[in-house]
């Protein structure tokens, strides 16, 4: 069965650059979450999307932003790097009200 | 605001014994579905298992079911039979129903299966 799909799984940059990670969902789901999680904490809300519409808003520093396209392919964009952007960044998706599926995640390190 | 409490951040079981994991909520919805997730080495995120509010009886998946004590906000994830491959970061997660998007987790239990 097709899963999440997130690239890169892994990603090196250095402070004040710039990252973008991918996630795909799964087919017909119409749903996408970002979660980052770090060293040894539950995973963080982010953002998620609904029909390419921003549907909800955690944590999401400002530096960040996020967009599902028409494919409903999903981009979250980085600027400005920092050493505590150094996380797991989970990709999830969903069927509205369903639960949650998540991709294998991104792990980024910021040098 | 909804949070999820999970008390025991480290618990462990002898290989095909039983433990249940405790995770407790708070929330003044009436419509909502709590889920237990697993986290291996790996760092996947899992499904375990997924519970409607509405629904008076408790979800069951092979060896994992929950006891969902609505009025007190409890459910708790019972393993039966612990293998080793249990062995994961165990996280409780909430969700509000028809109006709801966000996933609340809890700060999760560490399980240690002791062969």
């Known amino acids: 069965a097709a899963g999440v799909i997130q690239s890169p799984r892994h990603l090196i940059k250095e402070k004040r650059e710039t990252a973008t990670l991918k996630c795909y969902p799964i087919?017909?789901?119409?749903?996408v979450y970002w979660y980052q999680q770090g060293p040894g904490q539950d995973p963080q809300f982010l953002i998620s999307?609904?029909?390419?519409?921003?549907?909800d808003k955690g944590s999401i520093p400002d530096r960040f932003s996020a967009q599902q396209f028409s494919d409903y392919h999903s981009e979250l964009n980085m600027s400005s790097l920092e050493l505590g952007d150094s996380a797991l960044y989970f990709c999830?998706?969903?069927?509205?009200?369903?639960?949650?599926?998540f991709g294998s995640g991104t792990q980024l390190s910021v040098l | 605001a909804q949070t999820v409490t999970q008390s025991q951040p480290e618990m462990s079981v002898q290989e095909a014994e039983t433990v249940t994991l405790s995770c407790t909520y708070d929330?003044?919805?009436?419509?909502?579905?709590l889920f237990w997730y697993k986290q291996p080495p790996s760092r996947q995120m899992i499904l375990v298992i997924r519970?409607?509010?509405?629904?008076?009886q408790n979800a069951t998946e092979n060896r994992f079911s929950v006891n969902f004590q609505k009025a007190a906000k409890s459910f708790s994830l019972k393993i039966s039979d612990s293998q080793l491959g249990d062995a994961a970061m165990y996280f409780c997660?909430?969700?509000?129903?028809?109006?709801?998007?966000?996933?609340?987790f809890g700060t999760g239990t560490s399980l240690t299966v002791i062969p």
């Open positions: 999830a998706s969903s069927i509205w009200d369903e639960k949650l599926f």
């Open positions: 087919p017909r789901h119409d749903t």
């Open positions: 999307f609904y029909e390419k519409m921003q549907s």
């Open positions: 929330t003044s919805e009436s419509d909502y579905y």
């Open positions: 519970q409607e509010a509405y629904k008076q």
């Open positions: 997660a909430y969700r509000r129903g028809a109006t709801g998007n966000q996933f609340y």
